[in-house]
């Protein structure tokens, strides 16, 4: 081999002897599958906003009602893509 082969061969093998092996998908993520709330909670860190009528959590409920329905109506905000009135 060529040395400049020979370095390559060298720097490549010591990049390779750093990486780590992501887990996978299903290993880390698995458990939120059928629980889209803890994964909102545990992994984005976020908290739901509440109702100010009830306090009840409602993009939350949305989430939970996707776990058994595929498709959930859910309303949109209002004047979306232009200026409020």
């Not at 996978?24 to 698995?30: H, K, P, S």
């Amino acid at each position: 081999m060529s040395g400049k082969l020979e370095r390559f061969a060298r720097e490549l093998a010591a990049k390779a002897a750093r990486l780590e092996v992501p887990q996978a998908v299903e290993e880390r993520f698995g458990r939120y599958r059928d629980d889209p709330v803890a994964f909102c909670r545990g992994v984005l860190g976020v908290e739901s906003a509440t109702r100010r009528s009830t306090g009840a959590p409602y993009p939350f409920r949305v989430l939970e009602d996707l776990v058994v329905h595929p498709r959930v109506p859910a309303a949109g905000e209002r004047c979306r893509g232009r200026a409020p009135p």
